[in-house]
């Protein structure tokens, strides 16, 4: 068997990549807080594909109970997704660290981690894939999201230095930086539509992108473009928008 390791797998991109990766013919093992919500998820999962579907709880958030989260996987995983994220409310962070602090660390701290952990089993094992969902809010800072932003710039600066590493022993890292996406954290925002992907979409692209041993995804790929003009922008300019 070859198992996948989705984590915060309770999210939109994460279910939609569960099916996507199933579909293709990987057991999975699905790993999240309160992570039985997904009995009846997993087990349409193994219904339609006929593929091995674990249930495992994991608190992102619960550093010291990583390494053991990660030894008592019945088989070592082919590979990992990170979709872990949290939006969180940035007025609120302004003036509440404990809302920044949070954001900082699921977003960034709590990923950080789990994946050395699993870095270094597979940087040992000289072979696997390792996927990590950032942001494009990471590109530049901006007053909506800044804080969610810094977290994500730090996540996806994490898996660069990481692909470095890994390199050599044959371990491929890819960084995904989605832009708007229809998700749960995002119903109450409104979202242009040519911008926004669906959670089908991103989970297509990232599989078609892990297989090719690409190193960076925009998903829309008009995000790439988008990103790559907004950074372009003076800070002296930059600083007077709202954007």
Known sequence: MSYVLIVGAKSDIAKATARGYAKHGY???LAARDVQELTNFAKDIATRTHRDVNLIELDILNYDSHQAFYDN???EPLGVISAVGYLGEQEKAQSDFSETQK?????YTGVVSLFNIIADDFEKRRSG???GISSVAGDRGRKSNYIYGSAKAALT????GLRN?????????????PGFVATKMTEDMDL??????QPEEVAEDIYKVQQK??????TKRIWRYVMMIIKMIPEWKFKEMSI
């Open 27 to 29: 057991d999975l093992y």
């Open 73 to 75: 996987l019945k088989e």
């Open 103 to 107: 954001i900082i660390d699921t977003n």
């Open 129 to 131: 894939f390792m996927v």
């Open 157 to 160: 600066a994490y898996f660069s």
């Open 165 to 177: 590493r890994l390199y050599d022993a044959q371990v491929h890292v890819l960084t995904v930086k």
């Open 192 to 197: 242009p539509e040519k911008l926004t992907a």
């Open 213 to 218: 041993g690409r190193d960076m995804l925009y």
